[in-house]
């Protein structure tokens, strides 16, 4: 079974440029979640997509934002970036929302100069 | 404070070691605990999970929880160069919403 796939893998943005980012889940897997990860702060929980409804979002301003398409693809979109947000930006798949089993992708390496 | 501390390393072990792996936390709501490793240019992937207090044991992996504490560790016998990765805990209240660390940087020196 194919794992979780996320592209693109590196990404190199200028500030005020904006950035969507995309993730494919495990075959079966409903839920999707976002994160960031920096190394000052390790990883941050960014949303959670099940069904194309968010259920539940981090402490992350509105610049940041995603969805969920019905064959429950997610992007995660950034806008106006900052150079605070350069980042690894993971997403993770699992059958349902609220299991522990979380099965992440590789990431998008994110640099913004 | 953060909701979740640890150590962030580097830990530099020789192989066969018995290596020990902690996190404390703040927040005595937390019920789900879990330990992931990373490989560089990866993502993580999930080595043990307990709910609630206790032990688990998983081949050379041994995962506590000492609520009382506010404590978690996780414990790698006979450690071997393959073992080399990040290893971030992580917690939640309801498997809705997951806190980690910000990962201890473990290496096994052959």
């Known amino acids: 079974k194919a794992g979780v796939t996320q592209t693109p893998r590196y990404l190199i943005k200028t500030r005020g440029q904006q950035v969507t980012l995309s993730c494919s889940p495990i075959?079966?897997?409903?839920?999707v979640s976002w994160y960031q990860q920096t190394p000052g702060q390790g990883l941050q929980f960014l949303f959670e997509y099940f069904s194309e409804t968010q259920r539940n979002k981090g402490n992350f301003p509105g610049r940041f934002s995603g969805r969920q398409f019905s064959n429950s693809r997610s992007e995660m979109n950034v806008s106006t970036l900052e150079l605070g947000d350069s980042a690894l930006y993971l997403c993770?798949?699992?059958?349902?929302?609220?299991?522990?089993?979380?099965?992440f992708g590789p990431g998008t390496r994110l640099t913004v100069t | 404070q953060k909701e979740v501390e640890q150590d962030p390393g580097p830990l530099s072990v020789p192989e066969g070691a018995i290596v020990s792996l902690n996190c404390t936390y703040s927040n005595s709501a937390f019920q789900y605990f879990m330990w992931y490793r990373q490989y560089s240019r990866k993502g993580p992937e999930l080595l043990m999970y307990t709910y609630s207090s206790g032990n688990k044991e998983d081949g050379r992996f041994t995962a506590q929880v000492d609520k009382s504490s506010k404590y978690i560790s996780l414990f790698i016998r006979d450690s071997q160069p393959s073992d080399s990765a990040t290893y971030l805990c992580?917690?939640?209240?309801?498997?809705?919403?997951?806190?980690f660390g910000t990962g201890t940087s473990l290496t096994v020196i052959p």
């Open positions: 993770a798949s699992s059958l349902m929302p609220g299991s522990y089993e979380q099965y």
């Open positions: 992580a917690m939640s209240f309801t498997g809705n919403q997951f806190y």
């Open positions: 075959s079966g897997h409903r839920s």
